[in-house]
């Protein structure tokens, strides 16, 4: 038998719900992993392991107690370790939001993408690293080592679900969930050549954040494979009483033949004008390779996009980090990308806001009227390269967490960097679209050797299934 950390998250679940496995072993084995690699991966901010046994014991008197003919009615994620991203409350433990400026006090509830997961079986590990606030697309900050990418230590995991995916590419963890607001799951999926899921808006509990008036974020899973992803977002659906087993059941099936428009316009690329690296590109034309060998037809498609969408989202994104709640004497504890954005928002007029939100809603729907020409839109998924740790923001690339002074304090070019690494993500989350990024692409010839580059895939309101059916299709 396979180690436990080879097994898939679907393989794992059906040894679990058959015996095969406890609860303590999976749980023991997969927390002596995060012990010896951790260190090194910065992964995870805070370990439970005292928590995270005791509930697998739980599970385990569970089993015992149910009958052997009754297996089915274990719950659907019986004893599946799993972490959060320290922006979701876990009760009893400390949410730290990836921020200096916040005091430490554990959490007295489950945040809702807790309480469901939890609810379904699942077991918790720990609270895996994130940028402050969520605001980044790596997974940097003041508090803990830098979540660093499996696949090249010297590079960053992504963000702002960075430690999530960096704990599931190298196996401290069979999946796990994050949240996305502008590319959160599918950017580190991208970096770490995970298969990253954003489902459409509403669908399941929505992910945590200090605030989004735009309806941005949303939960999703992190996993090795479309069967993985669809195992945790089955979990996630049928909690709220809607299609459950309906993604894992439907992956076999293969969808119908599709008309995909492939597009590398950005709504960035007006103010940002950048050009994909050469292994974007590669990435893209293994992805029309794939999915036309699995007889689907692909075309170049042309978006428009207003060149007023960076300011609005922009002013949508940032809103929250002003209204947060921080005592005027932290303030100093803040990064310079997030201390620079909150004293904007702050500046801002409620009006500007509404105008931002308003402007948002109406590029939506333009936005959407053109994707409905196809049945998918792809575009490469990451614009770049996993980049090297510290280059965002400027600070040296030492093992640990950087002071404050260490960090180059030029909000607006980290910002651009960012937009200019990920310029395919947030207008996504604007038009509530579910999306999926797959890892079709490994890099070759140094430096950067071995790197995983990916597509993104975009579908029409209520299109998960077809998205993860689609990964399946083409070997993923």
Known sequence: MAEIHELSAVVLRDALHSGRLSAREVTEHFLARITARN?????????????????????????????????????????????????????????????????????????????????????????????????????????????????????????????????????????????????????????????????????????????DPARLVVAGPLARSAGDAALMLDALVSAQGAGAGQYL???????????????????????????????????????????????????????????????????????????????????ALLTPLTRTFRRRAQQRSASKLNEALGFLRQFERDTVSQYAQWDLMMTPALAQTPRPVGWFTGASHGDGYWPASEWAGDADGDYRKQCEFAPWSSMVNVCGLPAISIPVHWTEGSPGAGLPMGIQLVGPIGSEALLLQVAAQIGF
């Open 39 to 211: 260190p090194g991966l910065g992964a995870f901010i805070t370990v439970t392991a005292e928590q995270a046994l005791a509930d697998a014991a739980a599970a385990d008197a569970l089993y015992t107690r149910t009958p052997h003919s009754h297996q089915p009615e274990l719950p659907r994620l019986h004893g599946m370790p799993v972490a959060f991203k320290d922006l979701t409350d876990v009760a009893g433990v400390v949410t730290t939001h990836g921020s200096a400026a916040l005091d430490r006090k554990p959490a007295t509830v489950d945040g809702a993408l807790a309480a469901v997961l939890k609810g379904a079986g699942a077991i918790s590990l720990g609270k895996t690293q994130v940028p402050e606030f969520g605001l980044t697309a790596y997974s940097e900050n003041l508090i803990a080592p830098p979540s660093r990418n499996p696949h090249a230590l010297s590079r960053s995991s992504g963000g702002s679900s960075g430690g999530s995916a960096a704990a599931v590419a190298a196996g401290l963890v069979p999946f796990a969930p994050g949240s996305d607001g502008g590319g959160s799951v599918r950017i580190p999926a991208a970096a770490c050549g995970l298969v990253g899921l954003k489902p459409g808006r509403g669908l399941v509990p929505a992910g945590e954040s200090t605030g």
């Open 249 to 331: 059941t439907s992956l076999p099936r293969p969808p119908r033949r599709l008309r995909i428009g492939v597009s590398l316009d950005s709504p960035w690329q007006a103010i940002f004008p950048f050009t994909p690296d050469q292994e974007a590109m590669d990435a893209l034309q293994e992805g029309v390779r794939l999915l036309e060998a699995a007889g689907h037809s692909t075309a170049e498609a042309a978006v428009r996009y207003d060149n007023r969408y960076p300011d609005a989202f922009t002013t949508a994104w940032t809103a929250g980090v002003g209204s947060a709640r921080i005592a005027p004497q932290r303030e």
